[in-house]
């Protein structure tokens, strides 16, 4: 038997999952899809892609190091003690919302001496991560030092977080459609020591 309690819980995550999705329809619009395409072409050529972030962030880019990596790609996690010098031919791919997070600003700057292409994901376009990307991909999504509420009601950075999770989805997507190979041949990458 449901109570009045369970009912109205019922109710607010309904609520706040429509909220999130709402979000994210409005952040859609904001997006400049030809900013994520020009992604594509650095991280087909790249000899390895070493990827970058912190907190919430970083779980989303180890997300999609995942599956890069299913794709055929070969990737690191930059601060994994296995990752090796990044050097010219490489490409560094960071997010991070607010472009300033110190040692992403420092892994670029290092890449950038090293000869190694750098890509973002960021909310702010004047930022110093942006200022030292060859390529930056804009989410229009609420800093997570700065609650907008016009921009994002829920807390912190998720707007972003979320975000890099749905359009790295969304690379991974047009990469795989790009390359031909079957969901087989990927499955065939998939971790089996789990």
Request: hydrophobic share 45%.
């Amino acid at each position: 038997m449901q109570t009045l309690e369970t009912i109205s819980s019922e109710a607010a995550l309904a609520d706040a999952i429509a909220l999130i999705y709402n979000e994210h329809e409005y952040l859609r619009q904001g997006v400049a899809f030809e900013q994520l395409a020009v992604l594509i072409a650095p991280l087909e050529r790249a000899q390895r892609i070493f990827l970058m972030g912190m907190g919430r962030s970083g779980f989303m880019m180890q997300a999609l190091g995942m599956r890069l990596m299913h794709l055929g790609f070969d990737v690191h996690m930059v601060g994994e003690t296995t990752a090796p010098a990044i050097t010219k031919g490489d490409v560094l791919l960071a997010g991070s919302g607010s472009g300033s997070t110190t040692s992403i600003v420092n892994a670029a700057k290092t890449a950038k001496r090293e000869g190694a292409a750098v890509l973002c994901f960021t909310t702010n376009m004047e930022s110093l991560l942006a200022d030292l990307a060859d390529v930056v991909v804009v989410l229009p999504a609420a800093q997570k030092n700065r609650q907008e509420a016009e921009v994002s009601q829920q807390y912190a950075g998720s707007l972003f977080e979320q975000a890099l999770l749905l359009y790295g989805d969304a690379l991974i997507q047009l990469l795989w459609n790009k390359g031909g190979k079957t969901a087989d041949q990927l499955w065939q990458r998939h971790a089996n020591l789990e």
